[in-house]
């Protein structure tokens, strides 16, 4: 009797659960079923996440979990308990961007995983399939057993279905994000940055990076044997990388797979999408626009930041800038080196700096008012060398300051070698953080926000990587985060001719780039010579998309090249729309873009350092309108080697819809155009 009993028990127990309670597969398919996902409880009872596309394995059986410093992981032993699918199809519009609108189209399948031994602790991974990628997150329930995930390691892998050439840079290195690409097999992969850029023996482009990275730490990926890597967080001085009090998702975990390097490029918006929309409400206030500034003379080490006779924040040096400025349609003149605590070993640590206190000779009441009556603004300067105890401490004050005087950007900077981050525990100790940790994602985002309140816009320099919460805050209007211009005054090595064409599927996944192009001269500190022709500074307006763009010459250089700078003067920030017309990773790439409410597009192309010739077709032009087509293109004689770099040549062409232009790129070399519509 007490076995009947017991059996029927079992048997209303199990008609009691629902069907998916028996699931070891979860699958979930992209709107045009290109893509795959599924999830399946496999050996162990670990979980384990496939991505195929049409049918063909791109990441095979990857695990999935965590590790916490104060309890034991969530690795094994887990059971589906709910499966819940649903779509997504919106379309949204950018205040600022290369897109005035996207799209966001997306399958998405939640499943709840769950321990089957005692803790009975439960975790759910959210799929969202695109037909161009995908994107997944844990999310932390509020529960009894897991209030507070003090997480030691997250569990992800990507384990790379094929062989595959790798575009990485790598972490943890001194020079943070500013690191050269190494190109190899995946299998040589050491520890990655991200993004990570893979190219498959079959031809599909992969990327691996993130989206919405807040309050929590940066992922980098670390290879384990053959295609195998796996997530690999950002260290905190606090013992586990990342604190949280549950109920939180952590950042999306994105995999761009397209068949093109062009398509790849196109595919940077899925990350846009799987950020927050705005949440700042009105911002007007934000204006992409093109700006000269106090800074190429300090990088060639004719100016100084610091105070003394080659002082280059000076009111009258600035004055005249504003001057620059106005003449040539600028908006903003960036001053660095204005605030007193240069002088001394700045690099050290930051303690010295104040953000409102003026050197004596930088007059800030006249020069702002001054900019203001010529229609500019003065962008603000805030280096911290990564002290953000000492910023915080002033931050709300500059800010309140800056608001008064009309200045409405400040470029911030965080230069210190890697791991040189200094914060203020909540115990009052300072302590040393990464540039990519949990603390500095929650140093970025109180900045963006205190400048937004004071409707100013931020240009982070030697940043936390762009995970696109340029969506949420569109205040956060552009950062560095690899080598830019800088580098071509005293790097070493300089930025090679294959560099803007191997950011532009690499860096340029993340976000806007300041760059600052447009070095016209070609020349470095002491003269030596940058890798480029001047056709390609011109490119690069196109190439490296920011809503604020520098002109970053000395202006007696402009003076020397009128014809060339007349495309910097012409040259759009803000686009309706953009296309990639041609590329390879690290070889080449043409891209054009509409100007925002115009009927105006720009061609730009950069190439390595091999002459090459290819054929574009005007398909992007409108239909029915004739357009003047004002080509800046390297002379036939123009290469980086020699003293030929300056070799350009400006003509006209009428153009329409459908024509084909031949664009040649001389070595290290680029092409720019401007499409000017007519009736
Ligand atoms: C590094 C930045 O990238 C550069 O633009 C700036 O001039 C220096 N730091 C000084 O802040
Ligand atoms: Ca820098």
Partial sequence: MRLVKYVLALAALVLAVPAFAQAKTATVESPDKVLSVSLAIGPEARAAYTVSRNGKPVIAPSLLGFLFTDGPQFAR??????????????????????????????????????????????????????????????????????????????????????????????????????????????????????????????????????????????????????????????????????????????????????????????????????????????????????????????????????????????????????????????????VEGWNVGWDGDWFANGWTFSFTQPYPDYDIQKLTAYAKSKGVAIIGHNETSANIAHYEDQMRAAFDLYQKLGITAVKTGYVSDAGGVQWRAPDGSIRYEWHEGQVMARHHLLVVTEAAKRRIAIDAHEPIKDTGLRRTYPNWVSREGQRGMEYNAWGVPKNPPKWESELVFTRMLGGPFDFTPGVLSLKGRGDTDILSTIAKQLALYVVIYSPIQMAADLPENYAKYPAAFQFIKDVAVDWDDTCVLNGEVGEYATIVRKAKGSNDWFLGSVGDDTARTFDVTLDFLSPGKSYTAQIYRDGDDADYHTDKRHSIVIETRKVKKGDTLTIALAPGGGQAIRFKAGK
């Fill in 77 to 334: 032993d887990l059971e589906i308990t709910d499966v819940a699918h649903s779509t997504f199809d919106q379309s949204w519009t950018q205040p600022w961007g290369e897109w005035r609108t996207i799209r966001n189209h997306y399958n998405e399948m939640r499943v709840t995983l769950r321990e089957v031994n005692k803790l009975h602790r439960s975790i759910q991974v959210v799929f969202r399939v695109y037909d161009n990628g995908i994107g997944f997150r844990y999310e932390f329930p509020d529960q009894p057993n897991l209030k507070t995930a003090n997480i030691a390691e997250e569990l992800t892998q990507f384990s790379v279905a094929e062989p595959a050439t790798a575009w990485w840079s790598p972490a943890f290195e001194s020079n943070r994000e500013e690191q050269l690409y190494n190109k190899t097999p995946i299998a040589e992969i050491g520890t990655a940055q991200t993004p990570l850029t893979l190219k498959t023996a079959s031809g599909l482009y992969v990327a691996i990076h993130e989206a919405a990275l807040v309050d929590y730490s940066g992922m980098n990926v670390a290879k384990v044997q053959g295609g195998l890597l796996k997530a690999v967080l950002t260290p905190s001085s606090s013992g586990p990388k990342v604190s949280r009090a549950a109920p939180f998702p952590t950042p999306w975990r994105v995999l761009l797979i397209t068949p093109d390097a062009p398509a790849l490029y196109m595919a940077n918006s899925l990350i846009l999408n799987l950020n927050e929309p705005n949440k700042l409400g009105d911002v007007s206030w934000v204006t992409p626009m093109k700006y000269v500034g106090i800074w190429w003379g300090m990088h060639l080490d004719t100016q100084s930041w610091n105070s003394g006779p080659k002082h280059g924040a000076t009111t009258a040096n600035v004055m005249k800038m504003i001057d620059f400025a106005a003449a040539n349609g600028f908006k903003g003149v960036l």
